[in-house]
């Protein structure tokens, strides 16, 4: 069965950067809908942003406010979330996700049947 893998989390400093990977291997094709999530402890997982394979536009989350961008790499089939400007508000595991049930819909997690294992990030004050 085909796997949604994250990486790149880890600990930085307030202000700091980090740049999260996702391999979406067969999930990762022209004109489907793909989706970065968090769930900061104790709270309920929310999008972060919302996009469309081989498409520019991105659908970001209030919270992001201009900090973050999403990328893609047709040749490795891997989508990425560059954020930069980090606050410990944004501590939280950070979850990949494919196979949207509803797309308009696409912060809920209930609209994706595909989720990855999550990777941790950490931004200390």
């Known amino acids: 069965q085909a796997q949604l893998v994250e990486s790149g989390g880890g600990s930085v400093q307030a202000g700091g950067s980090l740049r999260l990977s996702c391999a979406a291997s067969?999930?990762?094709?022209?004109?489907?809908?793909m989706a970065w999530f968090r769930q900061v402890s104790g709270k309920e997982c929310g999008g972060v942003a919302g996009f469309v394979i081989g498409y520019r536009g991105t659908y970001f989350g209030d919270f992001v406010k201009g900090r973050f961008n999403v990328s893609q790499d047709n040749a490795q089939k891997m989508v990425y979330l560059q954020m930069n400007d980090l606050s410990p508000e944004d501590t939280a595991m950070y979850y990949c996700?494919?196979?949207?049930?509803?797309?308009?819909?696409?912060?809920?997690?209930?609209?994706?049947?595909?989720w990855g294992q999550g990777t941790q990030v950490t931004v200390s004050s």
């Open positions: 996700a494919a196979d949207v049930v509803t797309a308009k819909e696409w912060e809920l997690p209930k609209s994706w049947r595909k």
């Open positions: 067969e999930y990762y094709r022209n004109g489907r809908w």
